[in-house]
């Protein structure tokens, strides 16, 4: 193989990654961790210190609290916590929110 053959065949390292997270089941989970690092700029600070936990499971955000006021407060959100999530995510990687 000729130097201009071996270069056509390269990728980037970034398109090789993406396609072994993508291979291994890897690529959700990762835009997962993402939403839970972005949490405090998703939700806002008051939320964010009041999050105990995240968690997801089955497309569902599990949002464990130490405030119940904040609890019923946000049960009303449910569709703005889902449409935030899904787009920090790029994708839909939740369908609904479960309150703990």
Do not use: C
């Not at 600070?45 to 464990?64: E, W």
Request: hydrophobic share 40%; charged share 30%.
């Amino acid at each position: 193989m000729n130097e201009k053959e071996r270069y056509q065949k390269s990728r980037p390292l970034g398109d090789i990654v993406q396609n072994m997270m993508k291979a291994y089941g890897l690529e959700d989970k990762m835009l997962e961790m993402s939403v839970i690092e972005a949490w405090p700029e998703l939700m806002g600070k008051a939320v964010a210190y009041r999050t105990t936990q995240l968690s997801f499971k089955n497309r569902r955000l599990h949002i464990h609290l130490n405030s119940s006021v904040m609890r019923e407060e946000l049960l009303f959100g449910k569709e703005i916590i889902i449409e935030r999530v899904n787009d920090h995510a790029g994708k839909s990687i939740i369908d609904d929110v479960w309150f703990e």
